[in-house]
């Protein structure tokens, strides 16, 4: 991870050029672009808070959706109720997906490698399943319809995608600034000592079980945020916001944007995102084209991820 | 990083494809991967069907189809609505099998003001409290046949105690409603009332507490789709239950698409459906005929209602003479449409859905083939439909 | 009596049904640490190929013979030609079996179709007994029967064959595995192989009664994983248990509480991974 004295240079230019892309990016093309550009926002805050865990920590999460999703059902119940204050929400979205994060990690920060992902993806299907049968509170897989854009005073009104697209951007700038802070602070540091060895920073006296139950909790409250912020962009929740698939496909982003870095899970997030609308209006097998995309990525790409799995060593 | 510029250049670039002479678009929604595949491909032939049938021109103009698939998910559904009416600017959309797919993208084709014209999905709610001058249905709003359905149990065919059984989510629920409301209107008794999940896949359990039952009541009431429709029936007969307990059910159990894989399972099960393969109207034997030959295919009411639905918009097409972008003339000629379907005369309620006939079915093998025999009728069931006592 | 008689035999004839898949996956998964998400797929091709070879041929030993051959290839194929350049590096591994997922999912719709539907049972099964007055299918007998046979063929194997030995000895300490000498890579490929080869058997036994549609893939490997859990991760004897008390548990609640029908399926999965995360006989590596 970069520190702020070396993003000078081309890396500035680069997030410049992005920055101006991003705010002219609606008089540009089409509301359908912009809207996948929310998407992307969204998604690349998903895939960041996934990337505590995976590229700094070398804890593979195979449940994080399980964060996002109940953060989604509790922003969802609080607007059919008929709070839609942004804030309120956002606190409840974020303190709820951290709260399942921290339940989680009790039990899973104990495994590693292989068992931890066992264990983070059985117990985000525990809650799929809750969400899934419990139709008298969720309506089960019909999901829940009808949630309006949130409310944030000033006179703004959300509903147009157009203004909606600017503030998901300034929350993502919000997201992204403290992201940066936080990994750069010597709390990421030590995480990343963790992923390269364990039991070297144990030795160097570091709480490490403490510090990885943190960076579950932290990679919950993010993660809460997108599930938030997704929420209110399609005005519903179901269970799928809970399931494997999106699990994986936040793993899948890092993995195609490269882990650990910057830049990494916003590129993964934007191809995903891309690949899954564009695709799929191309030709009715795009599921198979997707399929075989991710596995020559995986088979040639994905070098850098070979020090994130620990096994305990 | 090259990927992604690449990637983004070329989605820039596909904008471009689209403006040919302006032709009209129709956007259509239906799931093709997942466990209503089948229904799904079903209802795009018969929607289609009806747009070859004018050649794809209505009123002179040239019309595009474009098809997205939903997967059967909300969220997936409202992605490609939005890509629909957004990136491809349809005039009007159609299509939907799952409930909460529509329920997602309601609120949504409202605000941007594009016409929906539901093909399958029978969420009540869409055309009774949420109803809306862009919500057209040409299927059923669930409950609507049931409750004939329900009537026909009691006063025809002679039942006075039902078990029912049927999917857990809202069409199952909805249309058990209707058909229990009917029945015990007219003095039946519900004896047992029970919901499985979507993708049950070994009926077992329930149908050992049916047996139970055996004795206690006339007859089963179900309500099964896709995959589930089939393991039921099957495993319903395996069980013995057939002869013991006959079924009168909701009649997509028995659709065409099911029989083939239901096989001698089906046979003597009776219910109840706006449509089977073999109604007889001069209408639906040319359309049979027409369906079979260009599909391979025998239609089912999926087919049917696709086609409905299409035939329905061209036919306001040509009554606007072509001028989809007046759309409040469209929507009036749309709402006003009547013609003869292939299930009997159509036309549209005031909440603009279908008026129907609900007909009686029983499952025959007719020459190696198995077949939904057509008993009997009940003519101009709305959705609000009540018996008399 | 009938009705406990039948449910528990339901319940039994569903738990052989599991315990096909989850051992496969729990085999794979106790030696090479890999989670198998294509673990259902292998099911689903297999109920597939069994299918059409019972349209063509009406020999369901054909049609036995050959799905479980073909998963066997696949799964043999898939370890040796992909997973196995990513040897420790499980996050890739299980990345590239969601890929797989796809693919297989997709290429059996596309020659398939979505339309739903069911095996047809073999001739001499298609019967039923009486018991009390209901009648149960046969069929469901053969396949109780089935899975026993598999289950103490799969223990004769474990704990009487050479190879079996050498994968004991693997799930308690790859290391040492490592280190004998043996070629590890060839121990892995057939291991992989018998465990898409027991969900392919499960595949085309279940078929019959599960049927086979775009979906069944993720629902079966959703079932898997429960009994895992539940059973204990990497451990057949943990998944014959597991299996058991899920099929049966999952029966009865079924039949006397339907309104929590998925709760019994969940609930014990929680309660185990609160309590022992690691099942009744797992055990995890430290």
């Given at each position: 991870m970069r520190t702020i004295t070396s993003l000078k240079g081309t890396s500035f230019s680069i997030l410049l050029l992005a920055a101006l892309i991003i705010v002219f990016l609606p008089f540009l093309v089409s509301s359908y672009y912009v809207g996948l550009a929310i998407q992307v926002f969204i998604f690349t805050i998903f895939a960041m808070s996934l990337d505590i865990l995976v590229g700094h920590t070398g804890l593979p999460s195979m449940g994080h959706a399980a964060y996002f999703g109940v953060a989604a059902y509790a922003t969802g119940f609080l607007c059919l109720a008929g709070i839609k204050n942004f804030w309120v929400g956002v606190i409840l979205g974020m303190g709820s997906g951290?709260?399942?994060?921290?339940?989680?990690?009790?039990?899973?920060?104990?495994?590693?490698?292989?068992?931890?992902?066992?264990?983070?993806?059985?117990?985000?299907?525990?809650?799929?399943?809750?969400?899934?049968?419990?139709?008298?509170?969720?309506?089960?897989?019909?999901?829940?319809?009808?949630?309006?854009?949130?409310?944030?005073?000033?006179?703004i009104d959300l509903k147009p995608d157009l203004y909606f697209y600017y503030f998901t951007f300034a929350i993502f700038l919000i997201v992204l600034v403290a992201l940066f802070v936080l990994l750069n602070s010597p709390f990421g540091y030590t995480l990343r000592g963790i992923r390269e060895s364990e039991s070297r920073m144990k030795a160097l006296g570091y709480n490490v079980g403490l510090y990885k139950y943190l960076a579950f909790v932290f990679a919950g409250v993010f993660a809460g945020t997108s599930g938030v912020?997704?929420?209110?962009?399609?005005?519903?929740?179901?269970?799928?916001?809970?399931?494997?698939?999106?699990?994986v496909k936040g793993l899948l982003m890092l993995i195609l944007g490269g882990s650990g870095s910057f830049f990494g899970p916003g590129i993964g997030a934007g191809i995903i995102v891309l690949l899954e609308n564009i695709v799929s209006g191309l030709t009715e097998r795009w599921s198979l084209i997707l399929g075989i995309i991710y596995v020559i990525v995986i088979m040639f790409f994905s070098e850098g991820l070979s020090s994130i799995v620990k096994r305990g060593h | 990083m090259i990927m992604f510029a690449l990637l983004f250049l070329l989605t820039l670039g596909g904008q471009g494809i689209a403006e040919a002479a302006n032709p009209i678009k129709i956007g259509f929604l239906a799931p093709y991967v997942g466990v209503f595949s089948k229904y799904g491909t079903d209802l795009k032939n018969g929607f289609k069907q009806a747009l070859e049938e004018v050649n794809f021109k209505a009123a002179g103009r040239e019309i595009l189809f474009v098809t997205?698939?939903?997967?059967?998910?909300?969220?997936?559904?409202?992605?490609?609505?939005?890509?629909?009416?957004?990136?491809?600017?349809?005039?009007?959309?159609?299509?939907?099998?799952?409930?909460?797919?529509?329920?997602?993208?309601?609120?949504?084709?409202?605000?941007?003001?594009t016409p929906l014209v539901i093909c399958c999905a029978g969420a009540t709610k869409l055309t009774q409290e949420d109803r809306n001058p862009f919500i057209f249905r040409v299927s059923f709003a669930n409950g609507q046949q049931d409750r004939a359905g329900g009537w026909y149990a009691y006063a025809k065919k002679g039942y006075r105690k039902f078990i029912m059984i049927g999917s857990d989510y809202a069409a199952g629920h909805e249309k058990a409603a209707g058909f229990i409301k009917a029945f015990k209107f007219m003095g039946g008794e519900i004896v047992q009332e029970t919901y499985t999940p979507l993708g049950t896949t070994d009926y077992a359990p329930y149908l050992a507490k049916i047996a139970n039952l055996v004795g206690k009541a006339d007859s089963l009431w179900t309500f099964y789709a896709g995959s589930d429709a089939i393991r039921f029936a099957n495993q319903y007969d395996e069980y013995g239950l057939k002869k013991k307990i006959p079924i009168f059910c909701e009649?997509?159990?028995?659709?065409?698409?099911?029989?083939?894989?239901?096989?001698?399972?089906?046979?003597?099960?009776e219910g109840y459906l706006q449509y089977f393969e073999t109604v007889n109207t001069p209408e639906n034997k040319r359309f049979f005929k027409e369906y079979r030959e260009k599909y391979k295919d025998?239609?089912?009411?999926?087919?049917?209602?696709?086609?409905?639905?299409?035939?329905?918009?061209?036919?306001?097409?040509?009554?606007?003479?072509?001028?989809i972008e007046n759309q409040e003339a469209f929507l009036k000629a749309l709402k006003g449409v009547k013609f003869e379907a292939p299930r009997g005369p159509f036309r549209f309620d005031d909440h603009q859905n279908v008026i129907e006939p609900v007909y009686i079915n029983r499952v025959e093998k007719k020459g190696g083939e198995y077949v939904n025999v057509v008993i009997d009728k009940i003519p101009d069931v709305g959705q609000y439909w009540m018996p008399k006592k | 009596m009938a009705f406990w008689i039948i449910q528990?035999?339901?319940?039994?004839?569903?738990?052989?049904?599991?315990?096909?898949?989850?051992?496969?996956?729990?085999?794979?998964?106790?030696?090479?640490?890999?989670?198998?998400?294509?673990?259902?797929?292998?099911?689903?091709?297999?109920?597939?190929?069994?299918?059409?070879?019972?349209?063509?041929?009406?020999?369901?030993?054909?049609?036995?013979?050959?799905?479980?051959?073909?998963?066997?290839?696949?799964?043999?194929?898939?370890?040796?030609?992909?997973?196995?350049?990513?040897?420790?590096?499980?996050?890739?591994?299980?990345?590239l079996t969601f890929g797989f997922v796809l693919i297989i999912a997709d290429l059996c719709l596309w020659v398939w179709g979505g339309n739903p539907m069911a095996l047809p049972k073999p001739s001499l099964f298609r019967g039923s007994i009486w018991i009390g007055n209901v009648v149960f299918p046969s069929y469901r007998l053969l396949v109780i029967l089935v899975g026993v046979i598999i289950a103490v063929g799969l223990w004769i194997f474990q704990e009487k064959t050479k190879f079996g030995a050498i994968v004991r000895?693997?799930?308690?300490?790859?290391?040492?595995?490592?280190?004998?000498?043996?070629?590890?890579?060839?121990?892995?490929?057939?291991?992989?192989?018998?465990?898409?080869?027991?969900?392919?058997?499960?595949?085309?036994?279940?078929?019959?009664?599960?049927?086979?549609?775009?979906g069944a893939d993720l629902s079966m490997l959703l079932l898997a994983l429960v009994v895992v859990i539940i059973g204990g991760i990497g451990s057949l004897k943990g998944a014959f248990v597991g299996s058991l008390f899920v099929g049966l548990v999952d029966n009865f609640?079924?039949?006397?509480?339907?309104?929590?029908?998925?709760?019994?399926l969940f609930a014990p999965m929680a309660i185990v991974l609160a309590i022992r995360p690691t099942g009744i006989f797992g055990k995890m590596e430290e």
């Open positions: 951290g709260l399942t994060a921290a339940l989680f990690g009790l039990l899973a920060i104990r495994a590693h490698g292989p068992y931890f992902m066992l264990i983070t993806l059985a117990l985000s299907q525990v809650l799929w399943g809750i969400a899934f049968k419990w139709r008298s509170l969720t309506k089960g897989d019909d999901g829940l319809p009808g949630i309006g854009r949130p409310e944030i005073g000033m006179g912020l997704w929420v209110y962009y399609c005005g519903f929740v179901n269970p799928s916001n809970l399931g494997v698939d999106q699990s | 997205e698939d939903t997967e059967g998910k909300p969220e997936v559904g409202l992605t490609k609505t939005r890509k629909l009416v957004e990136k491809d600017q349809v005039h009007v959309l159609a299509g939907i099998i799952s409930s909460g797919v529509a329920y997602a993208v309601k609120d949504y084709v409202v605000e941007k003001k009649g997509g159990m028995l659709d065409a698409a099911n029989l083939p894989s239901q096989k001698d399972s089906a046979v003597g099960m025998i239609p089912g009411s999926l087919s049917e209602g696709g086609y409905v639905g299409g035939k329905a918009i061209v036919k306001a097409i040509e009554a606007v003479k072509g001028k | 528990t035999l339901n319940g039994l004839s569903f738990s052989m049904l599991l315990f096909l898949i989850a051992a496969g996956f729990t085999l794979i998964f106790g030696l090479m640490k890999i989670i198998n998400i294509a673990h259902g797929s292998f099911y689903l091709l297999s109920a597939y190929i069994g299918l059409t070879i019972l349209r063509t041929t009406d020999s369901f030993l054909l049609a036995v013979v050959t799905s479980s051959v073909a998963a066997f290839v696949v799964g043999v194929a898939m370890q040796s030609l992909f997973l196995r350049r990513f040897y420790m590096k499980e996050l890739q591994q299980v990345l000895a693997g799930v308690d300490d790859e290391e040492m595995l490592r280190g004998s000498g043996i070629n590890i890579q060839r121990v892995f490929a057939g291991v992989f192989g018998l465990g898409a080869l027991l969900a392919g058997i499960g595949g085309i036994i279940g078929g019959p009664i599960v049927g086979v549609f775009p609640g079924k039949a006397l509480f339907p309104e929590l029908s998925m709760f019994t």
